[in-house]
């Protein structure tokens, strides 16, 4: 199925937004919740698929929702169309903050990219977007995030959020150690396993973990600085009714403060 041609542009910095022309009859699919303002003449449904399995049977998408449904993600996927005569515009960003990063299919290797499973945000009607599983045990045991993967494929353009600051990296035959979460996605040609983070000592007291992610071969890798879960991490430490310190830290008035709040007696 080829996909629609579709124009962009994202918008902001930190905290991008992309914002996709669509002209009449032109469709794009995103994951639930990922809309954030459209135009007028823009009509919108919620679909058990990306759309690719027009001519598959029922069993097939069926599978294919409770895939998704066993990793997390929203059975359905949200259709919009342009049912207007005029070319309108919609916008799509991610939940927390960090960029977009665009991506043309039809000009990477085997027309493919991995990412990370909460890392797709929209794309052109005719992209496949499949839910993928490292073929490795050591991979899905110790893995994290990385263990849980979505596949997208096709011939047209592709958007997925990444946290922080986004790096691309180049391999030629080279092999690349990273955290689990800070790995956004690679393209074809890359291989993804599961190693020790270095010897016992260091696993248990290094602060990096116990196993990192290894990269090799030859392909495009993006990383990412900030995870969400390492954000999320770290809100909920510092969160006062999780056990965190509220403002003024360990000062007079930071007492005082939990103390008319009930939390001092």
Sequence with gaps: MLSHEIDYQ????????VEVDLDPEETVIAEAGAMNWMDNGISFEAKMGDGTELNNSILAKVFGAGKR????????????????YEKKKIAFAAPYPGNIIALDLAE???NQFTCQKDAFLCAALGTKVDITFSKRFGSGLFGGEGFILQKISGDGKAFIHAGGTVVKKELKNEKLKVDTGCLVGFTAGIDYNIEKAGKLKSMLFG??????ATLAGTGTV???SL??????????KSAPRF?????GEGSVLGQLGNIFD???F
């Design 243 to 247: 056990g965190g310190k509220q403002k």
């Design 262 to 264: 009930g939390d001092g």
């Design 108 to 110: 990477l290797e085997a």
């Design 227 to 236: 995870p969400f879960s390492r954000l999320a991490d770290r809100i909920i």
């Design 207 to 212: 602060g990096e973990g116990l196993f990192l």
């Design 69 to 84: 449904a066993i990793t997390g993600e929203s059975v359905f996927m949200t259709h919009f169309t342009n049912t207007d």
């Design 10 to 17: 994202i918008i902001g910095n930190d905290m991008q937004v």
């Design 222 to 224: 993006y990383l990412q």
